[in-house]
């Protein structure tokens, strides 16, 4: 039969019971304030991000086209004699259009068509500007310039 060991005076309590030491911080192993506060700050992120998407979720239409619009600015005239137009072209959709064309024509008095130019954009995301130019060997501000949104494909 074992023996049970006493404890006499002077002998180190278990480290199980032993009491703080110095230096040791008073934490008492459970979670602290700090750690509390990032927690909530992580939650309050991640509930932000997930509420977004489900916002972002239920708006969108299921079919989302690109909506697409060109405006020509002031013409300007360039050392070589030819005439460029500079173009901002907006997407108010949800979705990118890829591969966009925009072309320009003059046009005369009776509507004839005198000159045309083309140009096409890699993508024009969703809700922002690209700008470019179209270039023309006719003075556009002596003509009517038309401008229009040609087409786009799928990203």
């Known amino acids: 039969m074992a023996r049970r060991r006493t404890k006499t005076a002077g002998e180190q309590p278990d480290k199980a019971v032993r009491t703080r030491q110095r230096g040791q ?20 992120i991640l509930g932000a991000i997930v509420g977004y998407l489900i916002y972002e979720g239920t708006i969108l239409p299921p079919q989302a086209y690109p909506e697409i619009a060109v405006v020509g600015e002031t013409p300007v005239a360039l050392s070589d ?22 072309s320009g024509a003059l046009l ?28 023309f060997t006719a003075d556009p ?9 040609e087409g786009y494909t799928d990203p």
């Not at 192993?29 to 992580?42: F, L, Q």
């Not at 005369?108 to 270039?135: C, K, N, P, W």
């Not at 501000?141 to 949104?149: C, D, G, I």
């Open 81 to 102: 004699g030819t005439f460029l137009v500079p173009i901002e072209v907006e997407n108010h959709g949800h979705v990118t259009g890829a591969g966009v064309g925009v």
């Open 25 to 44: 911080p008073k934490h008492d192993g459970g979670t602290s304030p700090w750690e509390w506060a990032a927690a909530g700050i992580g939650c309050l």
């Open 108 to 135: 005369d008095a009776d509507g004839t068509v005198i000159e045309e130019s083309t140009v096409t954009f890699d993508f024009v995301a969703q809700h922002s500007i690209a700008r470019g130019g179209l270039y």
């Open 141 to 149: 501000r002596e003509r009517r310039l038309v401008l229009r949104v």
